[in-house]
């Protein structure tokens, strides 16, 4: 279960301690239609005076982030910089409208900026993997008929500036190191405050759930599968490895314990990988339909493609590390325990 935040909570004093010039975060929990519920925009009280996410761009999301800044004694026009940490719509929706309002830069990974303006066909780049699966008709047509009811989000005519991680996000007197760590979407970036230990983490790093590796093309290479949850391990280490003191996430509520969360990611993939190789075991030869009904059998809609996309990014792992095999007949992937595992 998601634990829900009331909005506007000051996370940091708004003032100078030892000298240090500390910056004033607010977040601001804006409803969403989706199951996931409310998103977390944080609003910096420094200057350039900037946002982390924005929330889904519904009526509902509009006032209640008006009000969430308006308690903070700013007004949507104000807002100079707005930091996406990727293009889902309950991150970024609103991004198009406070642009509009304020004229601010919006900061976004290119792989993402290309989901936003439609650059991507989101179904055309995954049909290649997805015929692979062995998905009957009726299942195909009832994903692709669960369409989103938002608005998808856009970015017509907004001052973009593409980051790609490594660079500093500068405030007067502080800076944040801006961070790719992709895995949930291929460029996913978050904010790193080194200075305070805190990583602005969006659906990086969330306190009760776990981030689905979404199925995605490689940007570089569309042809093949991002391997998206080997390269979200891999981030996972080494966030592990900066020994950061809290996250403020995208959903939920803040990590006090980063390092308890991250090592129960890692049992939660752990789990799953177990759990694969125990469902081949016991059916054989499958393919990545029939596994993700045998695991999740209750799915419908657009959950079916986040079980798919669970299954298979698992299943690229587990075939990176030789656990098991890959057969095709008739343009199907089917799976299999490698010999002696
Ligand atoms: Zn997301
Ligand atoms: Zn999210």
Not at 113 to 126: A, N, S, V
Not at 157 to 181: P, Q, S
Not at 293 to 313: C, K
Request: hydrophobic share 35%.
């Amino acid at each position: 279960m998601l634990f829900f935040v009331r909005q506007g909570v000051i996370l940091f004093p708004d003032s100078a301690i030892g000298g240090r010039i500390m910056l004033s975060v607010h977040r601001i929990s804006i409803p969403t239609p989706y199951p996931v519920g409310p998103v977390n925009a944080y609003l910096i009280k420094g200057d350039p005076l900037t946002m982390v996410d924005c929330g889904p761009d519904t009526p509902e999301a509009r006032e209640v982030l008006t009000a969430g800044l308006k308690e903070q004694g700013v007004s949507p026009e104000d807002i100079k910089r707005i930091v996406l940490t990727h293009a889902h719509p309950d991150h970024s929706g609103m991004a198009q409208w406070l642009w509009k309002e304020s004229g601010a830069e919006v900061y976004v990974h290119p792989y993402e900026y290309r989901k936003i303006t439609g650059e991507q066909d989101f179904i055309k780049e995954r049909l290649p993997f997805i015929v692979k699966m062995g998905i009957p008709m009726n299942i195909l047509l009832e994903m692709a008929g669960d369409r989103d009811k938002v608005p998808r989000p856009t970015l017509s005519g907004v001052n973009t500036v593409a980051v790609t991680g490594g660079e500093k996000l500068r405030f007067d007197g502080r800076e944040m190191d801006i961070m790719h760590l992709p895995g949930h979407a291929t460029g996913h970036i978050c904010l790193y405050d080194s200075r305070e230990g805190e990583l602005f983490s969006g659906d990086f790093l969330l306190l009760d759930i776990t981030p689905n590796p979404l199925l995605e093309a490689d940007p570089e290479n569309p042809e093949r599968r991002y391997p998206s949850l080997s390269r979200y391990l891999e981030c996972l280490e080494l966030v592990d490895g900066l020994g950061i003191k809290r996250a403020l996430p995208g959903h939920g509520g803040i990590i006090e314990d980063p390092g308890a969360v991250i090592a129960s990611s890692r049992e939660h993939h752990q789990r799953r990988f177990d759990r694969l190789l125990e469902i081949l075991g016991d059916n054989g030869k499958m393919n990545t339909y029939n596994i993700s009904s045998t695991m999740y059998p209750d799915l419908r809609g657009f959950h079916i493609f986040l079980g798919l996309s669970e299954v298979q990014a698992h299943l690229d792992v587990l075939l990176e590390q030789g656990c098991i095999k890959v057969e095709y007949s008739q343009g199907v992937a089917f799976y299999l325990k490698a010999p002696g595992e």
